[in-house]
């Protein structure tokens, strides 16, 4: 009957690790693995005597202290980390475009959009926060947070 204690711990132990890397958080395979192994521990005890269900919850002990202390080191982690860095960056265009310059809304502004100032092509902002519609000349009046501001031309 010794199988039924192993599988019951190979189960509690499998079922930990799962929770562990694979299901984080206190769920089901964290119970199922626990239970499994109180099971172990209650089956010695029970059905091959007080020798067997002490040297099985020793066993079990230290597989969870085992356990514990490999998860705790910052070396297993270090292996399910990733490790790639992004090192892109957004191209700033609104250094190409000067206070003054008159350009034209591609998109609706509300009330930010895309607005084209010859070749450069850019988001922008509504100077006044209204909304501009495609199409509308307008013009560089200011900078915020990178961002040109630009206000409707109105015709003469």
């Known amino acids: ?4 204690i192993a599988t019951l711990i190979v189960l509690g132990v499998l079922c930990l690790v799962a929770e562990l890397l694979l299901i984080p958080g206190v769920g089901i395979a964290g119970f199922l693995g626990v ?4 099971a172990s521990c209650w089956y ?6 007080p020798a067997v269900g002490t040297t099985v919850t020793i066993i079990n002990v230290a597989l969870v202290v085992i356990a514990v202390v490999v998860a705790l080191r910052s070396k297993t982690w270090k ?3 990733l490790s790639d860095e992004i090192r892109s960056h957004v191209e700033d265009k609104s ?3 000067a206070i003054g310059s008159k350009g034209e809304t591609v998109t ?3 009330p930010m959009g895309t607005a084209k100032f010859g070749e450069v092509t850019l988001e ?3 100077a006044d926060n209204h909304m501009i519609d495609p199409k509308t000349a307008v013009e560089a009046v200011g900078r915020e947070d990178g961002k040109i501001l630009v206000k ?3 015709s003469e």
């Open 95 to 97: 250094s190409a475009v």
């Open 124 to 126: 922008v902002k509504s």
């Open 35 to 38: 239970a499994s192994l109180v």
């Open 108 to 110: 609706r502004l509300a």
């Open 1 to 4: 009957m010794w199988w039924i």
């Open 79 to 81: 292996k399910f980390e």
């Open 152 to 154: 409707p031309l109105i």
């Open 44 to 49: 010695g005890y029970a059905f091959m005597g």
